[in-house]
T-cell receptor, first 111, second 106 residues
Framework: EDQVTQSPEALRLQEGESSSLNCSYT??????LFWYRQDPGKGPEFLFT???AGEEKEKERLKATLTKKESFLHITAPKPEDSATYLC????????????FGIGTKLQVIP | IAGITQAPTSQILAAGRRMTLRCTQD?????MYWYRQDLGLGLRLIHY???????GKGEVPDGYSVSRANTDDFPLTLASAVPSQTSVYFC?????FGNGTRLTVT
């Protein structure tokens, strides 16, 4: 069974204090790993898709990396507007298009 | 989210009643998904459709049904609502999420 574990569950950072969020996964053949951002009362907003170990993607202050067992979302010099819940999800190769989500990391950036 | 309309945005429903949650997209994605999101459990797939005319069961399909008559619409129906179906429901055409329907079953 595919599993996604995100850590920490919650993270509080001072503005400008860089950190990383972790997503550990087990999947029977990875088709893709996804990162989403979710604000309260809203649907998840797509950030990145990673397909293979060693791949990296960046968007503004966010950088996502992928190994065979985990992914990291690095946040550099965060701002209060980066406060949100960050979700990780994996899609297995083959079969139907099942995407397994983690519970998320709730990030709070304090001015 | 531009291109995805979910309705209603929220609803309080008596147990035993029938309810259809609507989802319409204008992005022409072939694949559409329905998820529910519950505190501590994350997002779980209810049903999906790879293309118009086809549907499939996800992780938690019991008590729910879907149809896909055309590319744009993917309604989710609760035939006889139960309190355990209290949740936030998200439609996700092509993996892009709408803003959800918050459903409370009393």
């Amino acid at each position: 069974e595919d599993q996604v574990t995100q850590s920490p569950e919650a993270l509080r950072l001072q503005e400008g204090e860089s950190s990383s969020l972790n997503c550990s996964y087990t999947v029977s053949g990875l088709r893709g790993l996804f990162w989403y951002r979710q604000d309260p009362g809203k649907g998840p907003e797509f950030l990145f898709t990673l397909y293979s170990a060693g791949e990296e993607k960046e968007k503004e202050r966010l950088k996502a990396t992928l190994t065979k067992k985990e992914s990291f979302l690095h946040i550099t010099a965060p701002k209060p507007e980066d406060s949100a819940t960050y979700l990780c999800a994996v899609q297995a190769a083959g079969g139907y298009q099942k995407v397994t989500f983690g519970i998320g990391t709730k990030l709070q950036v304090i001015p | 989210i531009a291109g995805i309309t979910q309705a209603p945005t929220s609803q309080i429903l008596a147990a035993g009643r029938r309810m259809t949650l609507r989802c319409t997209q204008d992005m022409r994605h072939n694949a559409m998904y329905w998820y529910r999101q519950d505190l501590g459990l994350g997002l779980r797939l209810i049903h999906y459709s790879n293309t118009a005319g086809t549907t499939g069961k996800g992780e938690v399909p019991d008590g729910y049904s879907v149809s896909r008559a055309n590319t744009d619409d993917f309604p989710l129906t609760l035939a006889s609502a139960v309190p355990s179906q209290t949740s936030v429901y998200f439609c996700a055409p092509g993996g892009n999420f709408g803003n959800g329907t918050r459903l409370t079953v009393t």
